[in-house]
C-alpha cells in the first residue's frame, strides 16, 4: 500500500477534480504491475496495473489506494474489469467518498468471491485525497490558508513589507503546495503591493489557477497575474456593478477570466459564492489562500478553511500586521480553535499542520501519514 500511495503521488497536479489513486498487483509477493491515474479522463489505476501486467493476474492480489469504481464516468467501471481478470484478493486503502460509489465497490467484488480488506494505511489514503474526498461530498473545495508569520506572530511590517519573513525552504514547500493545489487566491491589497506571480517556480510542477478579489476592478492591467504567459489562467472576482464597466472587457481582452459574484451586506464579495462557483464553474476542488490579512480573516470567520499551513519564522518583528487582525472574539471560549495534525522542521522555520474538523477515526493509521505526503 506504501508503494501504490507513492505511485498515486504521479497523478498530484494532474488528475484533479478526480482522486490521485495508485495500484499494484502481486504474485507469490512479487509486483506483477503497477498502475496510476495519471491524468484526468484517462484510465483509472487499477486498468492501468490490468493492462501493465507482465504475466497472467489470475488468482494475484490487487493494492489500490482507492475502492474500486462501480459506475461508468469518463472511463467504464473498474470492478468488472478485476473480476474478469481472476484477479483472487483485493486490498483497499480506504473507500471511495463518491456518493456513486461509496462501499458499492466492495460489496460487488465481495459478491464475485474476492476476498477483500479493507482499511490498510486508511489514514494516509484519506489525506492524500482529503481535497477530492471535500469536493465529491460537498460540490465545494478543500480550502487551504497559509501563513507566513514571525515568532510574535506578525506576516509583514506596519507599512505591509513582508519579503522575506520565512526561509528560503518554507518559500519552497510554498510552492510545492501551489503545484499540488488546483487554485491560489488572493486579495487585491497583496497584488498591489507585491505585484506577484503567484506561479510554481521553485520546484517542478503545473500552475495553478490564480483567483483575485478585486471587487471594484482597481488593479493596474500591468499586474503580472493580468500579463504573464499564465494569464489565462487567472480568475478575477469581482460585482456585477464592476463587470458592466469597460476594464472588465479590457481583462477579458487580455484573455482574464472574469467571474462575477453577488456582494453581502457590506459590499464585499459573498465568498461562499465564490467557492461554489470554483468549484462547479472551474472544477477546482482545493484552493491555497495566501492573503493578505483582509482576506485571510473573512475566510477564518466565515469558517471556510479547512486547513492551515503556519510558517514560523525566528525573528522578531515587533509593531506589524496580524494575519487575523479584523477578527472579532468575544471571549477566549469563543475563539477558532484549531487541531494540531502535524509539526514539522522546514530549514530554520517551524512548519504547523492545522485542521479546522480534526481527521476521522481511521481503521489503520500510519505516523507517516501527513509528513511523507504534504
Ligand atoms: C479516478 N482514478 O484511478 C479511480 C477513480 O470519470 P471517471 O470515469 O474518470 O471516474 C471518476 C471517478 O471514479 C472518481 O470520482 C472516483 O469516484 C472513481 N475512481 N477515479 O479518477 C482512479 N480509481
Ligand atoms: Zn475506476
Redesign the pocket.
Known amino acids: 500500500m506504501r508503494h501504490a500511495l507513492r505511485l498515486a503521488l504521479r497523478g498530484t497536479g494532474r488528475?484533479s477534480p478526480?482522486?490521485r489513486?495508485g495500484c499494484v498487483i502481486l504474485k507469490d509477493g512479487r509486483i506483477i504491475a503497477e498502475g496510476w491515474?495519471a491524468e484526468y479522463?484517462g484510465p483509472?489505476?487499477?486498468v492501468m496495473a490490468l493492462e501493465r501486467a507482465t504475466e497472467d493476474v489470475r488468482g494475484a492480489t490487487l493494492v489500490v489506494t482507492?475502492e474500486?469504481?462501480v459506475h461508468q464516468?469518463?472511463?467504464p467501471p473498474?470492478t468488472p474489469r478485476i473480476i474478469e481478470r481472476g484477479i483472487a484478493r483485493v486490498v483497499i486503502g480506504m473507500l471511495?467518498p463518491?456518493p456513486?460509489?461509496n462501499g458499492r465497490g466492495v460489496e460487488q467484488l465481495r459478491a464475485a468471491g474476492i476476498q477483500v480488506e479493507l482499511g490498510v494505511l486508511e489514514a494516509d489514503c484519506f489525506w492524500l485525497n482529503r481535497f477530492f474526498a471535500k469536493h465529491?461530498r460537498t460540490g465545494m473545495p478543500y480550502v487551504v490558508g497559509k501563513l507566513a508569520q514571525s515568532l510574535d506572530g506578525c506576516i509583514a511590517l506596519p507599512d505591509g513589507e513582508s519579503r522575506w519573513i520565512s526561509s528560503e525552504e518554507s518559500r519552497r514547500r510554498v510552492h510545492a503546495l501551489r503545484a499540488e493545489l488546483d487554485a491560489v487566491l488572493v486579495g487585491k491589497g497583496t497584488v498591489f503591493r507585491d505585484n506577484p506571480r503567484l506561479t510554481v517556480r521553485k520546484v517542478p510542477g503545473r500552475q495553478p489557477w490564480r483567483v483575485v478579489l478585486d471587487t471594484h476592478l482597481q488593479l493596474p492591467m500591468m499586474s503580472f497575474v493580468f500579463t504573464d504567459e499564465y494569464r489565462d489562467r487567472t480568475i478575477v472576482c469581482c460585482s456585477a456593478q464592476a463587470a458592466r464597466q469597460r476594464k472588465a472587457e479590457t481583462l477579458r481582452e487580455a484573455g482574464v477570466q472574469l467571474l462575477e459574484l453577488p456582494t453581502d451586506s457590506d459590499g464585499r464579495l459573498h465568498l461562499p459564492s465564490l467557492l461554489r462557483e470554483l468549484s462547479q464553474r472551474f472544477q477546482i476542488a482545493s484552493v491555497l489562500v495566501e492573503g493578505g490579512a483582509g482576506v485571510m480573516s473573512a475566510f477564518l470567520q466565515q469558517q471556510l478553511l479547512d486547513e492551515l499551513h503556519l510558517f514560523c519564522a525566528p525573528i522578531v518583528l515587533g509593531k506589524g500586521r496580524h494575519p487575523f487582525e479584523q477578527l472579532q472574539v468575544p471571549s477566549i471560549q469563543d475563539a477558532p480553535r484549531w487541531h494540531l495534525q502535524a509539526v514539522l522542521r522546514s530549514g530554520e522555520d517551524l512548519q504547523c499542520i492545522l485542521l479546522r474538523e480534526p481527521l476521522p477515526q481511521f481503521r489503520q493509521q500510519s505516523a507517516e501519514a501527513t509528513t511523507v505526503l504534504v
Open positions: 488528475v478526480n482522486p489513486v491515474h479522463g483509472h489505476a487499477e482507492l474500486p469504481c464516468g469518463k472511463t473498474c471511495d463518491n456513486q460509489v465529491v
